[in-house]
């Protein structure tokens, strides 16, 4: 389906998409675009470079992605293994190239994905690298460039490179406030968690001619559907119709777009009086709070037990929740633009007498709850009536609340119309953002992007025997192990509970449930999360916005920061 871009050494090379046999040397002179019938080829990013920028002018950053593993990661294969193999395989050091160059005798920033390496996977040294090139545009003050390539998150970093997609949004954000302008090119493919943060949370989206571009993939919608996906689903002619993308530019235009739009965003720079932007220089590699290396073994019972108890349809609700934790519940309905997702509910409450927002996904103990609110799987208009519930607590200094209970965003095809990548990447930089506090509760499944989407908090809590984690198990399980039964393994190898991921500091804070778990007394559970949101809400109610915000973007950045800054202190 898809053309390949020739190999080194090869004379000739047959087109992807009319079969017919083209020299080599005329392929790539024609940016890797066949002549006969205009198919684009994959092109990697050391020759995707040479295409975009004027000749000479690329210098990469100085940063070099350490060694990392920092789960322990262990499929057929241990990671290190396949990063090695990926280092060899493309001659590159991660799935991303960054550096500066200029565009046309524009400066500008580019980090280039590599889909070679890994799936342009996003762990954690892919997420540091472009979060650090879209610091040297803020401190350069020029435009940054994106070229996304990408299956998604690297399940190989669990939960952190979930995080990934928080860290870049933030940079983003921060150029966003400083008047930068930023652009990503979608090329194909870019999918899963960079769709759903850096690809389309960018000023200007370009999608190149033959891209796909999507939240999930369309073999994972087919299957959880069961229906047949319609004509040209998630290309880029899809996404321009559906309105997620400003154009679609075929690869010999692309370097022309740049230019003319890097010039317009001069013009108007030059043309406006701008205050003086605070810098936000790169941060010092904090440290991770929790420190030391990851234990092999998971205490408190096995992961894959967890699971189950994670999914348990008598587990206490969000609805519940609003019941006994919170008082005076007002549900307000709505994304304002045509619809009212059931999976997402939110509204006004009282937490121990103080004014809150409470946003959570729910689902339902009943077969008939479920099917009603789809099993707490949002669609784009569940995103985004949280969205405005966010704003509208910003406007009335509330704080906010999450309870995430989900196994992920809604995998269908209306969901992927509607712009589910860019609306759960637009919740992820709103919440980056956010002068008020955020307290966030993974209740009971967190399920990858869709759960992050309510997730980038001050504090993020989690229920001793919830879940939270950048792929279902199975669904790892699927792709990592030769069969679907190795979930428990895949479980176990995602280090996806509370405890697991409290030493990883992606979560502050364990909230006990009864014995042997919630469901069994939702009154004693509803009470130790009334206590525990309580006990890390109070202390940010005082924080001036400007240090809330600070601080929220630090936590953030240090998930990165910790893989550079272990492998600086290893060296
Ligand atoms: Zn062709």
Not at 301 to 313: E, F, K, M, S
Not at 471 to 500: F, N, Y
Not at 510 to 518: D, I, Q, R
Request: with cysteine.
């Amino acid at each position: 389906m898809t053309a390949t871009a020739p190999r080194e050494g090869q004379l000739w090379s047959r087109c992807g998409g009319c079969a017919t046999l083209l020299y080599r040397k005329r392929l790539r002179r024609n940016l890797d675009v066949c002549p006969e019938c205009g198919a684009h080829a994959r092109v990697d990013a050391p020759e995707r470079l040479l295409q975009l920028v004027d000749p000479g002018s690329f210098t990469a950053l100085p940063d070099r992605p350490a060694e990392v593993d920092p789960i322990g990661f262990v499929d057929l294969l241990p990671y290190p293994h396949r990063l090695t193999a990926a280092r060899a395989g493309t001659g590159l050091a991660e799935a991303v190239v960054c550096g500066t160059a200029t565009v046309g005798r524009h400066p500008c920033v580019l980090a280039v994905m590599d889909f070679r390496f890994l799936g342009g996977s996003l762990g954690c040294v892919v997420g540091e690298l472009i979060t650090l090139a879209a610091e040297r545009a803020l401190t350069d003050r020029i435009p940054l460039v994106l070229v996304t390539a990408s299956g998604g998150a690297r399940m190989q970093e669990g939960a952190l490179s979930l995080m990934q997609m928080a860290t870049v949004s933030q940079a983003i954000a921060a150029l966003r406030e400083a008047g930068l302008l930023t652009v990503s090119v979608l090329t194909d493919p870019t999918y899963g968690g960079v769709a759903a943060s850096f690809a389309t949370n960018t000023d200007v989206v370009l999608a190149e001619s033959g891209a796909r571009m999507g939240f999930a993939g369309p073999r994972v919608i087919r299957q959880v559907t069961g229906r047949d996906l319609p004509e040209g689903f998630q290309t880029a002619d899809f996404l321009l119709r559906h309105g997620q993308v400003d154009m679609v530019v075929p690869r010999h235009a692309l370097r022309g777009r740049l230019v003319a739009l890097f010039a317009a965003a001069r013009a108007v720079r030059r043309s406006a009086s701008r205050p003086a932007v605070p810098r936000q220089g790169p941060s010092p590699l904090v440290a991770r709070p929790a420190g030391g290396a990851i234990a092999a073994t998971t205490p408190g019972g096995d992961a894959w037990q967890t699971v189950r108890l994670a999914r348990h349809p008598g587990r206490p609700t969000t609805l519940d929740y609003l019941e006994t934790a919170f008082d005076g519940f007002v549900e307000l309905h709505g994304d304002r633009l045509g619809a009212d997702c059931p999976a997402v509910v939110g509204g006004l409450a009282r937490l121990d007498g103080r004014p809150v927002m409470v946003i959570g996904h729910q689902k339902g103990h009943t077969t008939a709850e479920l099917v009603g609110r789809n099993f707490g799987m949002a669609s784009p208009a569940g995103h985004r009536k949280a969205l405005r519930l966010m704003r509208l607590a910003a406007r009335l200094g509330l704080p906010v609340v999450t309870l995430v209970d989900t196994p992920g965003a809604d995998p269908g095809v209306s969901a992927e119309e509607q712009g589910q990548a860019a609306a759960i990447a637009e919740n992820i930089l709103a919440l980056t953002v956010l002068p008020t506090p955020v307290v966030a509760v993974i209740t009971g499944e967190g399920g990858s992007g869709g759960a992050l989407a309510l997730a980038v908090a001050d504090r993020v809590l989690m229920l001793q025997h919830a879940v939270y984690s950048v792929i279902s198990p199975e669904g790892c399980a699927a792709i990592l192990w030769p069969d679907r039964g190795a979930a428990p393994q895949a479980a176990r190898a995602l280090r996806l509970t509370a405890p697991d991921l409290c030493r990883l500091g992606i979560v502050d804070d364990v909230v006990p449930e009864p014995t042997p778990a919630a469901h069994h007394d939702p009154e004693a559970a509803a009470g130790a999360l009334r206590e525990a949101v309580l006990a890390h809400l109070l202390p940010l109610l005082d924080m001036p916005p400007a240090t809330l915000v600070r601080r929220r973007r630090q936590r953030f950045r240090r998930f990165g920061a910790a893989r550079l800054g272990a492998r600086a202190g290893a060296r």
